[in-house]
């Protein structure tokens, strides 16, 4: 039996007298707007130097909606390039980095025609890997000005993990490491081993629905012969059914659905992230799949691959096979035993605890040099 004594049991009920009474009804939030505010008070971040920005910044002529939050702006900046194309990421990191901001300056961003960046009466017509290039490059630009650092960490998760990749091959100058999550590497080969998982589990478990609808679309993404739409959302159907997008569930949804609770959101922008990952997925899809980085033997920074065991959405075996080819200053290899694509999410401890022990050891002096001090201060807080 516990026992208290009367000093404790008079202190306990003189911290319950002090708090607000509440009949339990008033808790509950009672929409999406009460909902955010909970959230958007527990991230609040109150440092006296601390960073929370939220704003639309220029890119190549298009607004594209970027934030910044930090609680120390010493701390080396992490910049996160969302996958898809088209599936953000800003808006289900209330949950996925938690954390993250106490040990780097944390931007993300919404690429062109992507999430906030969407604009339904403005839409984007100039969607193509090279401009998404010219974009991400300007955005680092606008990141170290920003910053007043020259050096960034740059985390690509799936078709943000192919251009994260090319800013590595590219520009190693910019980067302390590159972090490849969920890494494209030949977009082909992937699709082809996909599709050979999801026939395979669909045998093993005589799912003759699956069967049919997999053997349809057969020879699938083999020669050089492009590949519709169509059958890739078919077989993306069935490899996600299967386990092979999220380890033990049928889809992503559960990610989705966090972004309805984005205190970075709003209810537009709730509303029209889908159609506009419809969009991105339509322009950029069918040359996305014909990338492959299989060549690249080399690179010059420290880099880093966050894969899920269980990813065959973006096959894990095919990154891990070029990864033991790949010579680079630093390697690591970080598997996610109880993930599939999206371990950012499906293990969000593992994913912070390998950022903060493994990857920010890799940051130079995040002091800046003569000429970024000249660089204009930011402003620290800003939403806009």
């Given at each position: 039996?516990?026992?208290?004594?009367?000093p404790i049991?008079?202190?306990?009920?003189?911290?319950?007298s002090?708090?607000?009474a509440h009949?339990?009804?008033d808790?509950?939030?009672?929409?999406r707007?009460?909902a955010?505010?909970?959230?958007?008070?527990l991230r609040?971040i109150?440092?006296?130097d601390g960073?929370?920005?939220l704003?639309?910044?220029?890119i190549n002529?298009?607004?594209?909606?970027?934030?910044?939050?930090?609680?120390?702006p010493?701390?080396p900046?992490?910049l996160?390039?969302?996958?898809g194309?088209?599936?953000?990421a800003?808006p289900?990191?209330?949950?996925?980095?938690?954390?993250?901001d106490?040990?780097f300056?944390?931007?993300?961003?919404?690429?062109?025609?992507a999430g906030?960046?969407?604009n339904?009466d403005?839409?984007?017509?100039?969607?193509?890997?090279?401009?998404m290039k010219q974009?991400?490059?300007a955005?680092?630009?606008?990141?170290?000005?920003?910053?007043?650092?020259?050096?960034i960490?740059l985390l690509?998760?799936s078709w943000?993990?192919?251009?994260g990749?090319d800013?590595?091959r590219r520009h190693?100058?910019w980067l302390?490491?590159?972090?490849?999550?969920?890494q494209?590497?030949?977009?082909?080969?992937?699709e082809?081993?996909?599709w050979?998982?999801?026939?395979?589990r669909?045998?093993?478990?005589g799912?003759e629905?699956?069967?049919?609808?997999?053997?349809?679309?057969?020879?699938y993404?083999?020669?050089?012969?492009?590949?519709?739409?169509?059958s890739l959302?078919?077989?993306?159907?069935?490899?996600?059914a299967f386990?092979?997008a999220?380890?033990n569930r049928p889809?992503a949804?559960?990610?989705?659905?966090?972004?309805?609770?984005?205190?970075?959101?709003?209810?537009q922008?709730?509303?029209?992230?889908?159609k506009?990952q419809?969009?991105?997925?339509?322009r950029?899809?069918?040359?996305?799949?014909e990338?492959s980085?299989?060549?690249?033997?080399?690179?010059e920074?420290?880099t880093?691959?966050l894969?899920?065991?269980?990813?065959?959405?973006?096959?894990?075996g095919?990154?891990a096979e070029w990864?033991?080819?790949?010579?680079?200053?630093?390697?690591?290899l970080?598997?996610f035993?109880h993930s599939?694509?999206?371990?950012?999410?499906?293990?969000?401890?593992?994913?912070?605890?390998?950022?903060?022990?493994?990857?920010?050891?890799h940051?130079e002096?995040a002091?800046p040099?003569?000429?970024?001090a000249?660089?204009?201060?930011?402003?620290?807080?800003?939403t806009?």
């Open positions: 039996m516990l026992r208290f004594s009367f049991l008079a202190a306990v009920s003189l911290l319950l002090s708090l607000p009949a339990e009804s808790t509950a939030p009672r929409n707007a009460e955010v505010r909970i959230i958007a008070g609040q109150v440092t006296p960073i929370e920005r704003e639309a910044v220029n002529g298009v607004d594209q909606w970027i934030s910044v939050r930090s609680r120390n010493g701390n900046v992490l996160v390039v969302h996958g194309p088209g599936w953000v800003m289900t990191s209330w949950y996925f980095a938690q954390g993250w106490e040990y300056t944390v931007v993300q961003w919404d690429q062109r025609g906030k960046s969407y339904p403005h839409p984007v017509t100039d969607l193509t890997i090279d401009q974009d991400i490059d955005v680092i630009g606008w990141v170290r000005s920003e910053t007043r650092q020259g050096k960490f690509g998760h943000g993990s192919w251009l990749l800013v590595a190693p100058e302390h490491a590159y972090i490849g999550a969920g494209v590497i030949d977009m082909r080969e992937s082809r081993r996909g050979a998982w999801a026939l395979a669909a045998r093993d478990t799912n629905t699956a069967i049919s609808e997999l053997q349809s679309i057969a020879p993404a083999e020669g050089g012969t492009p590949v519709p739409t169509s959302y078919l077989q993306r159907k069935w490899v996600n386990g092979g999220a380890y889809d949804s559960f990610e989705g659905a966090a972004i309805a609770l984005s205190p970075d959101y709003t209810d922008d709730v509303k029209q992230v889908w506009a419809d969009v991105s997925v339509e950029l899809m069918p040359a996305i799949m990338t980085m299989s060549s690249l033997a080399e690179l920074v420290p880093f691959l894969l899920g065991r269980h990813d065959i959405n973006v096959s894990a095919v990154a990864f033991a080819r790949l010579d680079a200053p630093h390697k690591q970080v598997w035993e599939a694509h999206e371990m950012l999410v499906e293990e969000p401890g593992k994913a912070f605890l390998t950022l903060v022990n493994e990857v920010r050891p940051a002096s002091a040099s003569a000429a970024e000249e660089a204009p201060v930011p402003s620290t807080r800003s806009r």
